[in-house]
């Protein structure tokens, strides 16, 4: 019964790297995302971070968003799918080290209860030599923003898709054991 | 079966987290300590657990042909969906047998049929603590383990490919714990050919427009293999979805049986003279004797209490759920090497229908809880054992 080869991993290897980027529950409020005129500008943005899936989508006509974000020296990301639904797969990058690490957010489904957009002011959290402040908040876009944003995730635009209704058992909080 | 102590390795906790182990805290992984087996015990356990888990699976067939899914605690509005699933022969993967071993007898304590945990630590984990203390020479040449989990999972992924599966969805809770599960599980089949993608188990859509549910692409998902128990599924709002879905589920939806802790009861109705079975009931106090009173569905040893001379008892989520007695069977006892009592489970893994390897852990508990410690394992060489 003993093993004539060795066990490859790669999937699981790769994880490791991953589960070390978990990060406790972050505030819903911590989050917040950019928005841009155009959407080259954007995506020049984020040329740095090439793991972060679709970091930029069509918002408000003429606007583009990027993702959505929240720290400073290590600042999380979370790009969005196809159909502009925010994923929880993301990435932490490091702006110091230039490191980039794939994390898992607990609750992204939360994120859009309160997370503000903000106007892109030329510099971009954590991918630029240049600190950020958060631009100037431009209320039409936020508001509008947070609206569509909460709409994708709770149903696609024009279907009946809902999301999270498994997943949520109240005799379980973290691994269940078995 | 002895419980040896035993220098660890100076780089234990690297190893571990090489493969996405970091729950290893708190003394969960116990690398200091080993359980012993000669090859004759080994095989013993190993021709034993097979004939449990042909037991097993028969015992399902007869639930399901003899409308016995309400006595095990599933949900009316399964009950065709999971005999549909069962008539199907909805491929299964894995599962894990808990068994108590006292060095002589054995007796299957429960069948964790959907969501076993503590998989990477049994096929991986342990595995590389025996090749790492036999290259530090802690441990005797030609000591052996009965692990081939890892051979047999992928064997079972490439079984399924062969049946025609392509594309799997895989979803965890939480957890870095299930996350890792299921990145393991999610490796193995990759290895086997198969596609897959990941997702979070509260990311699955549901549209009742479409046939499938649905991933973060807004993509169908034809089979999903998610560490998300039944028994919680059907408490959750999405629960109808469970049976109007074309989504296959891995494991299958007639392993609902195996995750019923009632199917101890059907077991010993089906073979009472088994010296493997214990005696169990539906009914509590119809058995003599010191007894185990648990509910049908719980985890981690809650809401479970010995009645009798070892009267112990545990709190936990479950206790509005009806039980199942079965008769008691004391663990056997080890001192470890401060003198603490240790009470060590067998976890036999099996893949698919086929007994494949062992994981132990132990507890300084007569219940099995979420404290309980994983301890690796050896097969001792002939000449020694």
Known sequence: ?178 | MRRLTLPGRPDWAARLKEVAIDWDGNGYWQEQAAYTFTPEEISRIEEVSQRLVDQLLETVSFAIERHRLGDLGIPAFLHSAVRESWLRSDPSVYMRLDLAYDGERIHLLECNGQTPTSLIEASVAQWHWLEDQLALGQIEDGCDQWNGIHEGLMERWGEASNRGLRHVHFAAGESSEDLATVTYLRDLAEQAGLRTAGLAVYEIGQDPQRRYLIDLDDQDIPHLMWLWPFEFAWEDTAAPELALTGTRFIEPLWKTVLCSKGVLALMHERYPDSAEILPASLTPGSLSGEVVRKPLFSREGQNVTIIGQDHAATGGQYGDLRVVEQRYAELPEFRTDTDERRYPVLGVWVAGSTVCGLGIREDASRITGDRASFVPHLILPEKSA
């Open chain 1, 1 to 178: 019964m003993k093993r004539t080869r060795s066990l490859h991993l790669t999937l699981l290897a790769t994880a490791a790297g991953s589960l070390v980027a978990c990060s406790p529950r972050t505030p819903v409020s911590d989050y917040q995302r950019l928005s841009y005129t155009s959407y080259a500008q954007c995506m020049n943005d984020y040329r740095l971070i090439p793991e972060l899936e679709r970091p930029c989508v069509p918002g408000d006509p003429g606007y583009y968003y990027g993702p959505y974000y929240y720290g400073t020296g290590t600042v999380h990301y979370l790009g969005y799918s196809p159909s502009g639904v925010i994923l929880t797969r993301g990435v932490v990058y490091n702006t110091v080290q230039r490191t980039r690490i794939l994390y898992q957010e607990p609750k992204a489904v939360t994120l859009t209860k309160s997370a503000p957009t903000r106007q892109a002011s030329g510099t971009t959290p954590g991918t630029t030599e240049a600190s950020h402040t958060g631009g100037n908040a431009a209320s039409h876009v936020a508001a509008a923003a947070a609206g569509a944003a909460a709409a994708t995730v709770a149903s696609r635009a024009g279907s009946s898709t809902t999301r999270g209704g498994f997943g949520r058992s109240s005799r379980s909080s973290g691994s269940f054991g078995g």
